[in-house]
């Protein structure tokens, strides 16, 4: 065996690489991104060689065409739309997927991978990005897609009047230029590491220039529009003239919402729908009770935490913060509010499914003693705190404090529980009151979800937590290429939320969603219900 | 008597009126607005400031009730803040499904719970009144949601003969109609029949007891013939406005039922108008219950009036 062979096989022991490999062998991953998170954990492109080379892929189910896909999502109504800006739900993301492409897809490791952008290259400090379109690609229209389309679909978010949902991940750009039929050059503001990323987000879809209505979904996506009623449904017929070779497999998707969560289930159990987004975990039995449907569980980011707002009292003495992070029975939250659908929190927004999460960080465990010594310490032993929830803060909000509740009582600390109604929960309670629940989705960086939520001058910092090296490591983070060096700034941005930050975060929730047996074909993407939505373009029907 | 349909057709249009300042006033008292609605969680000062700038929603109450108003007399519902698109398109579909599912609710409910109640009626006390009455009663007493649930999980779950969800999508046959929107009729018959056979028993059995009806008997006209030429033409004033109401229920009433069975009409169109803050939507459909409320109270009095000639001439 040869040096080289001697490190690749080492190499593959690191549980990083083998569950990489893993996941590359059983055909979940492409060999293009097995090889690019390789290089993520800095291994050289040589050693990658040697390391795929030996990792024979498993032959993959072929993909059989054609069949009707119904599903359905949850929340919807007349404000669903086909305007990509605008997009804010699962129901508009669906749509998204099966009309549009992006530039950038992002992979079920939060890595960005080519869509309609072929290849990409940031200069040295990040503050420049040079994407290369692919070649051919056809809008539903006819039209080919060229550059003016791409920078016209991603300066429309910086428009006032669009009204666009991602209006604030596209600030830093600058300008993009035109620099030939295929080739864009986007100059942002301040160095983005990220970039690439951003631009396969939901909303970042690639409309022909000068596009203003959209009601006919004019993308290059897998599927044309046949009909689309806001609140009532979309019908979709396979486009035979898409870029990817053989995909879609399906004829026709029907995706529309049903709001109600039984009538959902009940429409996957009667086989009405082949798919459904957003199942409640105490629904887990049902499902696993009948052989033709699945659930589908997605490790991801989101969370429902509690927030103690670091500038009023009493919560802005650190010692009371600590003390109800000590009182989180993180566990025990898990396994009765979440089903054991989830994985710990460490009192941090980032999940274990983020390349740059930080488990050097020690797991903050359930202890009533350090809770009560904290508590002392904040002069609060005995007192009262009022903590205000809802069911719209966030899955198991209510249930979370509840807990705590019980939790607090048994040292000493009572803790009153409001509720308060949905209706204006964002407005009046949330960022208001000393102590509140609140949730969040995850957001495809590490970077975005520390900028949005956590950052000093941040509108969503709910907890008004202030720490100036905290923002200058975000800073730092954004030029940083280096993935070492990017991973030791997020170590310390993230240790900096769990000691001093206004939230505790239990555990992170993953996506429950469920599906017919006959559906196949379904790749995981942790950003979001149903796979970040990408399934379209992946799916097709058994039997 | 066209005196005093035009005395009731100027009282609905008062009505109305006072329906659309109540609508107004009680959209207005609403915690939040559609800008806060929209944003939610996101919303910060400046995106919630730039929206109602948008919308133009702070102009002052008044002149925004006298714009909504005059739009209205105009026939223009307006535009929908959360879709930004014109109400009467967003509504035309959803209400004709409303009446699809309403009119043939109605063309299976109204004669069975006629003839319930008329065979109840027939012989009070009797095994059929026993039967109906406490068959009724039942009805009455299990929640819509309820029974919609049992069918649901019944026909469609295990028997799997029906469909859980009503699909508005293109229907090739009459028959794939019926089959769609089988539960949701059978659940809403189930809650409306009880009432309005109810009505038919006590107006009739009312009846039975004037002296003209005791002439009859006397008489030896047969008990089927007193009930159906004597009995149900004078009985028919509280009967239509019973009938009246349920159906005014169908069309406004029935959110349950959409929700359950994933139905789009124009009552969840509603909710979720609130739930969004879109005040011109909620605005619009409210109208359109309260017009159909009037409009069905209306028809039934001027029935009751044609049945009844001593109600033709105002008091």
Redesign the interface.
Known sequence: MSEKKKIAHALTQHSDVASLKALYQSAAMSRRAFVSRLAALGISTSLAGIIVAGSPVAVAATPKRGGRMRAAAGAHGPDDTLDPARFNSVINYGRGEQFYNGLTRIDGFLVAQPDLAESWEPNGDATEWVFKLRKGVEFHSGKSLDAEDALYSIQRHLNKDVGSSAKAFVANVAEGIVENKHTLRFKLKGPDADFPVILGLYQMKIVPVGTTDFSTAPGTGPFKLKEFKPGVRSLAHRNENYWEEGRPYLDEIEWFGISDHNARMNALLAGDISMMSGLDPKAIAKINGSADVRVVNTKAGQYTNFAMMTDRAPSDNNELRLAIKYLQNRERILKLIYKGNGMLGNDQPISPVDPMYCDEIPMRGYDPDKAKHHLKKAGMDGGTIKVHTSEVAGTGAIEQALMLQREASKIGLKIEVQRDPGDGYWSATWGKKPFFMSGWNMRPTANIMLTLAFTSDAAWNEAKWKNPRFDELLTLGRASLDPVQRKNIYCEAQTLIQQTGGVAIPCFIDYLDAMSNKVKGFEPVPLGPLGASQWPRSVWLEG | MWLVVLRRLGLGIITLWVVSLLVFAGTEI???DVA?A?????????AVQ??RD?LHLDRPAVVRYADWLTNLLRGDLGV?L????EISE?IS?RFKNTLVLASLTAALAVPLALAMGLAAAMFPGGRVDRLVTISTLFLLSVPEFFIA?TL??VF??HL?WL???T???EYESVWQLMESLALPILTLTTSVVAHMARMTRAAIINVMTSPYIEMAILKGVPRGRIVLRHALFNAVGPVVNVIALNLAYLVSGVVIVE????Y?GLAK?MV??V??R?MP?VQACAMIFCTAYILFILIADVLAILANPRLREPK
Request: net charge negative.
């Open positions: 609403l915690p939040g806060e929209i944003l939610g969680q996101s919303a910060t000062p400046e730039a929206i948008q929908s959360a879709a930004n698109m967003m579909g649930a649901v999980l469609a779950v799997q469909p859980a969800i699909y508005m999508t929700t359950v069975f994933a789009p169109l979720d108008a739930s969004r879109d939507l």
